[in-house]
C-alpha cells in the first residue's frame, strides 16, 4: 500500500536533549513538509523540500533541522535550542510543489519534560 | 499573509442532523483543502477544490473563490463524522497549507 508512515507514533525526551522524528513515504512524490500542531491549533510549516537535497525554511523553523538524502525520507530533527518542542508533528508529501494536494502521515507526538 | 478562519468553532448534533462549516480567506488563493482529524491525530484528505462544487457520499464542499470562502456541507451525520475539520489554503508560492483553527464537531446517538 502506499502512504506515509511516521516514526515512533509517541517520543518522551528529557530537556535538552535533541531528538529525530522520522517520515518515509512511497508515493514516489518529489515534496515533503514538515507541520506542528498546538492544542487547539491548525497545523504550521516547519520546513519542506521540494526536491532531494534541497529543503526551505518554513514560517516556524527555529529550533529544527532537516535532511533530504533521499526522495523517499525526509526526518526532522528537534533541538535542544526549540523553546516549546512539546507538540504533535505531521508530515506531508505532494507529487510536487506548487499547489498540488498534500497528503499527510499519521504523526509523532512528543512530550519533553 | 494570508488569514484563515473558521466558524462555527464547535458544533452539537444528533445523529442524523445536516450542518455546514465555513471557512473564510482573507485574500485570493488558488487552492483550497478540507481535512477530517479523527479522534487519533490522522488527518484525511476531504477535497480539493479552487472552485465550485464537489461530492463524495454524504459530504460536498463548495469554493466560491471570488468571495473568498469555502463550505463543507455534512448531510445526515454519524457518531464517525465526530473530530475535527480542517480548511487550508495554499500560501502565494504554492510551497505551504495554511491552516484555520478548525471546527470540532461532536455527532451522538
Known amino acids: 500500500d502506499g502512504g506515509i508512515t511516521q516514526s515512533p507514533k509517541y517520543l518522551f525526551r528529557k530537556e535538552g536533549q535533541n531528538v529525530t522524528l522520522s517520515c518515509e513515504q512511497n508515493?514516489?512524490?518529489?515534496?515533503m513538509y514538515w507541520y506542528r500542531q498546538d492544542p487547539g491549533q491548525g497545523l504550521r510549516l516547519i520546513y519542506y523540500s521540494q526536491i532531494v537535497n534541497d529543503f526551505q525554511k518554513g514560517d516556524i523553523a527555529e529550533g529544527y533541522s532537516v535532511s533530504r538524502e533521499k526522495k523517499e525520507s525526509f526526518p526532522l530533527t528537534v533541538t535542544s535550542a526549540q523553546k516549546n518542542p512539546t507538540a504533535f508533528y505531521l508530515c506531508a508529501s505532494s507529487i510536487r510543489d506548487g499547489f498540488y494536494e498534500q497528503y499527510f502521515g499519521p504523526g509523532t507526538r512528543l512530550t519533553v519534560t | 499573509g494570508i488569514q484563515v478562519e473558521q466558524s462555527p468553532p464547535d458544533l452539537i448534533l444528533q445523529e442524523g442532523a445536516n450542518s455546514t462549516l465555513r471557512c473564510n480567506f482573507s485574500d485570493s488563493v488558488n487552492n483550497l483543502q478540507w481535512f477530517h482529524q479523527n479522534p487519533w491525530g490522522q488527518l484525511i484528505n476531504l477535497f480539493y477544490?479552487?472552485?465550485g462544487t464537489k461530492q463524495n457520499g454524504r459530504l460536498s464542499a463548495t469554493t466560491v473563490a471570488t468571495e473568498r470562502y469555502s463550505l463543507l456541507y455534512i448531510s445526515s451525520s454519524q457518531t464517525t463524522d465526530s473530530g475535527v475539520y480542517f480548511c487550508a489554503v495554499f500560501n502565494q508560492a504554492g510551497t505551504a497549507l495554511i491552516f484555520g483553527k478548525g471546527t470540532t464537531l461532536s455527532v451522538s446517538s
Open positions: 477544490i479552487p472552485s
Open positions: 508515493l514516489n512524490h518529489d515534496a
